[in-house]
């Protein structure tokens, strides 16, 4: 887990995409967060303890490496994940909120000049300025908040939370799937929660 500091960040951007508007600075307590997506080897501990359903496509081979991300995940399935880490750890654990998103420049990553057949493994390329892997690429991440395309304008100006209902989760990052479209820090992207696509994966948040 790495340890981020509190303090004011901006989100968003303008001149991009609505629901990206309007760029704004928000108060963020201090937090950690794992340094990379939940691995495969990771997650197939939780599920042999667990009995949970397999994610989509868990057996195919362009997933089966236990160094990539764990993909085919709901977000049903990572929350269940940060529940029973919490209860077999004895610490609590969460998956973050989109105001405690990092930040990447996507052009400067070479990999997105062109597609990718599967994700890479969580510990390849460099690490962002806090020591994370992968921010900015590899897999979609859940967010633990709700979505809701207009929210920036009605955001808090402390620990934005999302809105308190809707039809989809937030999440960011971009894929191995996409470009630099979803690359961008300040791209928002969502999903309902019990959809299972295989370029979504997740991470977890700790609070110190």
């Known amino acids: 887990m790495i340890s981020i500091p509190s303090g004011w960040s901006w989100i968003g951007s ?3 995409f609505a629901w990206e508007s309007p760029r704004h600075r928000v108060f963020i307590d201090a937090f950690e967060i794992a340094e990379t997506t939940v691995r495969r080897s990771e997650y197939a501990v939780f599920l042999r303890q667990t009995g949970r359903e397999e994610p989509r496509d868990w057996a195919l081979p362009a997933f089966t490496d236990p160094e990539q991300p764990v993909v085919g995940v709901s977000w049903f399935d990572a929350t269940g994940y940060c529940e029973w ?8 654990y969460r998956l973050p909120y989109e105001a405690e998103w990092g930040n990447e420049n996507p052009e400067s990553l ?3 000049r062109c597609a990718w057949p599967a ?9 962002n300025g806090y020591g994370l892997f992968h921010m900015g690429d590899n897999v979609h991440e859940w967010c633990l908040d709700w979505y809701d395309a207009g929210y920036y304008a009605i955001s808090p100006e402390c620990n934005p939370h999302g809105p308190p209902g809707g039809m989809r989760r937030a999440s960011r990052g971009g894929s191995w799937r996409h470009l630099v479209k979803g690359t961008r820090a300040a791209h928002r992207s969502s999903l309902p929660p019990e959809f299972r696509y ?11």
């Open 85 to 92: 880490l919490s209860i077999t750890t004895g610490h609590s």
């Open 110 to 112: 070479e990999r997105y």
């Open 119 to 127: 994700p890479q493994r969580v510990f390849e390329g460099g690490a």
């Open 198 to 208: 295989t370029d979504y994966g997740f991470r977890v948040v700790r609070n110190p």
């Open 14 to 16: 303008e001149g991009h």
